[in-house]
């Protein structure tokens, strides 16, 4: 009688071992990924992108290799730590519990539930100046539709008297950030100083300490590198990261924690835009205050064209990513400076230059005399010693911009050739830091040429718009008859100049 059921012979038996071997490994590797996938991800903010594949999603920060900083030895001399490169810090609890409040909606939705179709979103940088940050605040409050936008203001370090004044802000939906890879938040490592970092001119032969000297032969300085790593940090989160801005393509107004706002400022940030499309389409930028800050324009009948300044500099995503399409010539330049990096590393190689549009008289005005991170030094007061410059004459609280105007062209002056900085951004760390706050919200091909980007790989939005086509030729009057302007000429006295209403204006461009 035949037998009922299955049967295996030797090779049989050992093909179905083989199967269900494979079987278990492959339940194995899943229940593996499944329990990594259940990690908490604000444990694991970044720690390298270089070397390694990262992706930032919509919302979070998710790290593919889980390489931390502490299995290298950080030494930027250290050719086998691959010297020094890649590596951004391990997230402390502070950090963590940012990058969270990040993720916050605006404030004050209540109070203003709809932005307008048009607004153009206005990022205050600041770090630890509160008197300053007060002023500034009170500025902004008397603004002229300021009601319609989105303030984002992006703190460099974590201060309670800072984030007191934010909190009070009830004029417009308001949006804190901070910088999470700060080195204020790092008081004894990288990006902070940490105890083996070299100090001043300090030889790290002699002690065995860790650095890179810059051009000049001084180690790093937090309080003046963070300037660079917030400024690029923010352009990165706000352009790229934010859920409130990364699907923004028009223009955004940025301005520091020392520059008063004039009442007529957003209505002419709205004006320039429109009037850069037909008076000057190779600019890159509008501003709403000259590039010398100690001018409070020139009250000329006319729209200014001249070097992109860094007071009220307003432009859109196409800038954007032509600037972060220079990451590397901006992260490599040996200057502490994020202006004059732009001015002398990045600006030059584009084809018009770094001009930007302006009126003949500031909305915005530089009132300090310290820099960004001083001025709150121990025992010594903040130097708000220049309180005359915040007094505005009521010729300065309505829109006075013309589109009739015709545009006197003011050359740029920049640096010599071959000028390489002011130093004080020698070490490899910090460049390496801010070339991974490039790629921070971008996939990117880790072999591909930083500088490259834009063209040949690092993802851009595909609906992002051209810059407009250079104009055949900008108007340059050399010689333009004011409207009554005093002998002090253009640092002197201010005049009545048309006004037109800000919408009318607006309109008549569409």
């Not at 860790?210 to 400024?231: C, E, T």
């Not at 004039?262 to 009037?275: G, T, V």
Request: hydrophobic content about 35%; proline content about 6%.
């Amino acid at each position: 009688m035949q037998k009922s059921g299955f049967s295996f012979s030797g090779c049989s038996r050992r093909r179905f071992l083989v199967l269900m071997l494979f079987q278990l490994i492959a339940m194995c590797l899943v229940w593996t990924v499944l329990q990594h996938l259940s990690t908490d991800i604000s444990e694991w903010l970044p720690r390298s992108l270089s070397g390694q594949e990262w992706e930032l999603n919509e919302e979070i920060l998710t790290k593919r290799a889980k390489l931390p900083f502490s299995e290298s030895s950080g030494d930027p001399n250290d050719a086998k730590a691959g010297g020094g490169l890649g590596f951004i810090p391990f997230s402390n609890e502070l950090s963590r519990s940012l990058h969270l409040k990040n993720q916050e909606p605006p404030r004050n939705r209540d109070l203003f539930p709809e932005l307008a179709a048009d607004h153009v979103p206005i990022v205050l940088y600041v770090h630890n100046r509160p008197q300053y940050l007060q002023v500034v605040v009170d500025s902004l409050a008397k603004v002229k539709d300021i009601e319609k936008t989105l303030l984002i203001v992006s703190h460099d370090g974590y201060f309670p008297a800072m984030n007191a004044i934010v909190d009070n802000i009830k004029f417009c939906q308001v949006k804190p950030i901070y910088a999470i890879f700060s080195p204020h938040l790092f008081q004894d490592s990288f990006p902070g100083l940490g105890p083996d970092d070299c100090r001043g001119a300090e030889d790290h032969a002699e002690r065995g300490c860790v650095g890179n000297p810059d051009q000049y032969g001084n180690h790093r300085a937090v309080r003046i590198i963070s300037l660079k790593h917030h400024w690029w940090w923010m352009m990165n989160t706000v352009w790229d990261g934010l859920a409130e801005t990364r699907n923004h393509d028009g223009n955004i107004l940025f301005i520091e924690e020392d520059h008063v706002i004039l009442p007529d400022a957003y209505c002419a940030i709205q004006m320039l835009i429109k009037l850069k499309a037909t008076k000057c389409p190779e600019c890159l930028a509008v501003n709403l205050a000259p590039v010398d800050v100690n001018s409070r324009g020139e009250n000329y009948p006319v729209l200014i064209v001249e070097k992109i300044g860094n007071v009220g500099y307003s432009f859109n995503r196409t800038v954007f990513n032509m600037i972060h399409s220079k990451s590397k010539p901006f992260c490599k330049f040996d200057d502490y400076n994020w202006d004059i990096t732009m001015w002398a590393a990045v600006f030059p190689s584009f084809p018009s230059a770094g001009y930007t549009l302006r009126g003949p008289r500031a909305s915005a005005m530089h009132f300090g005399k310290c820099g960004l991170h001083q001025g709150q030094e121990k025992g010594k007061p903040e130097c708000i010693d220049d309180y005359d410059r915040l007094k505005v004459t009521s010729d300065e609280t309505e829109p006075y911009l013309n589109e009739e105007w015709k545009v006197m062209k003011f050359p740029i002056r920049g640096y010599n050739k071959g000028f390489e900085g002011w130093g004080g951004w020698g070490d490899k760390r910090d460049q390496q830091l801010c070339l991974d706050f490039s790629i921070m919200y971008r996939r990117s091909n880790r072999n591909m040429p930083f500088e490259d980007g834009v063209q040949q790989g690092i993802l851009v939005r595909k609906h992002s718009y051209p810059l407009e086509p250079r104009a055949a030729q900008t108007s340059i009057l050399s010689s333009v008859r004011p409207l009554g302007i005093t002998k002090q000429g253009r640092h002197g006295h201010h005049v009545s100049l048309p006004s037109q209403v800000c919408s009318t204006l607006v309109a008549s461009n569409k």
